[in-house]
Structure formats: structure tokens, C-alpha cells
């Protein structure tokens, strides 16, 4: 007999979260996969990073934890800054030469 290769499912963030609330509030989590049609493996890792303070993300995203995103907004904060510096340089070079 061949084995047919099993496709990956895609899930939003909303059904991985209502999931691993099932098994929070008590449903064991082989009850909760064979509820949702999920393999145990799979609900077991999301639980894992939501435990683990993984934020769960959509299809086609990878999973961001909250250090991550602390960086990206530091990043993007730096990015402004550096950007209203560098106005400020150019307008008291001008503001500089008028006064000439």
C-alpha cells in the first residue's frame, strides 16, 4: 500500500488560540485535536508556545515572541528619530545661512 503524503493545514490566529483555550479550560488535548481535526502534535505545540509567551500568528507568518516585537518597535522608533535629526541638522544649516 502507498502512503499518501498528508497536506499541511493552514489556521488563523483566532482558531489556534480558540484551541488552546479548549485545552485550558480542561479538555484534554487529544480530545481537543480530535474535536478540531487537528494531529496532537500540532495543538501541543501551539499550546507549548503560548505557554511559552510565542505569540500564536496566522498562516504564512512565523511565530513572533514579545522580545521580537519590542526590537522591531525599537527599530522603528530609531528609524524616526534618526530621520527627525537629520531635518533638524539641515534646517539650522539653513536658518544659519540666513542670519549671514
Known amino acids: 500500500?502507498?502512503?499518501?503524503?498528508?497536506?499541511?493545514?493552514?489556521?488563523?490566529?483566532?482558531?489556534?488560540?480558540?484551541?488552546?483555550r479548549l485545552v485550558e479550560s480542561g479538555l484534554s488535548?487529544?480530545?481537543a485535536a480530535r474535536k478540531l481535526g487537528l494531529a496532537d502534535q500540532t495543538l501541543f505545540n501551539w499550546v507549548k508556545n503560548k505557554r511559552a509567551g510565542v505569540e500564536l500568528v496566522g498562516a504564512d507568518s512565523k511565530p513572533v515572541n514579545a522580545q521580537e516585537m519590542?526590537?522591531?518597535?525599537?527599530?522603528?522608533?530609531?528609524?524616526?528619530?534618526?530621520m527627525e535629526r537629520d531635518i533638524l541638522e539641515k534646517a539650522t544649516a539653513y536658518f544659519a545661512?540666513?542670519?549671514k
Open 1 to 20: 500500500m502507498v502512503k499518501q503524503k498528508q497536506l499541511r493545514g493552514t489556521y488563523t490566529r483566532e482558531f489556534k488560540e480558540e484551541a488552546v
Open 29 to 31: 488535548m487529544a480530545e
Open 70 to 82: 519590542e526590537i522591531s518597535r525599537l527599530k522603528a522608533e530609531l528609524a524616526r528619530v534618526k
Open 97 to 99: 545661512k540666513a542670519r
